[in-house]
């Protein structure tokens, strides 16, 4: 399966600011994906990268809030804008793969934000 | 967010027993059924993926899906203090992925 490697692994942040995550895929990736876990909670899909195009926001997420950028196969990055302490989460890359991984999710390590 | 239902738990078994883990799904359109375990600290891990009514077997790990009931479960065997750790129950829906709230599983050495 492929390797995703995100960073910053983690930072603590101040409110009003923003913060970008960079994702990068060992492998070009069909799909890629943005999920936030916020603290004792299950994951919830933010949105889908979409390459060379706008992403796909899931219901009570928005552009202004967390643009996404996904310029070629194996990279993407989330932004996290105008920050507040309700943001405080760790924000996960994931990606379905090619050939036999192609309908299995796979994570990256995450990034945990802090916000002060 | 699609829905996915879990027992949030903590579910206590000894080590040796059988653990039991349930996840009822609202989307009867959902093709692809997916297990993953998540231990404190990490990102989660697949274990098991079910596309089709019945069980499938992995080692000591076995998962259930019934399409009718919107039912899907997992079977641990012999389960080890190892596998102390959150079990996610997820959905594929139109090559999108949705997650239950997840079962914390304790196993009791």
């Known amino acids: 399966s492929a390797v995703i490697s995100q960073k910053p692994s983690r930072d603590i942040c101040q409110r009003g600011t923003s913060l970008t995550i960079q994702c990068q895929v060992d492998s070009q990736v069909t799909m890629m994906f943005w999920y936030r876990q916020q603290p004792g909670q299950s994951l919830t899909l933010i949105a889908t990268a979409n390459q060379g195009s706008e992403a796909t926001y899931e219901s009570g997420f928005v552009i202004d809030k967390f643009p996404i950028s996904r310029p070629n196969l194996t990279f993407s990055t989330l932004t996290v804008s105008n920050m507040s302490p309700e943001d405080s989460s760790i924000y996960l890359c994931?990606?379905?793969?090619?050939?036999?991984?192609?309908?299995?999710?796979?994570f990256g390590a995450g990034s945990r934000l802090t916000v002060l | 967010q699609k829905e996915v239902e879990q027992n949030s738990g903590p579910l206590s078994v000894p080590e040796g027993a059988i653990a039991s883990l349930n996840c009822t799904y609202s989307?009867?359109?959902?093709?692809?059924f997916f297990w993953y375990r998540q231990y404190s600290g990490k990102s989660p891990e697949l274990i098991m993926s079910?596309?089709?009514?019945g069980d499938k077997e992995d080692g000591r790990f076995t998962a259930q899906l019934n399409k009718a009931s919107q039912y899907v479960s997992l079977l641990i065997r012999d389960s080890q203090p190892s596998d102390s750790a959150t079990y996610l129950c997820?959905?594929?829906?139109?090559?999108?992925?949705?997650f239950g709230s997840g079962t914390k599983l304790n196993v009791k050495p």
């Open positions: 994931s990606v379905t793969g090619q050939g036999s991984g192609a309908n299995v999710l796979t």
């Open positions: 079910i596309y089709s009514n």
């Open positions: 997820a959905f594929d829906n139109f090559n999108k992925f949705y």
């Open positions: 989307d009867r359109g959902s093709q692809s």
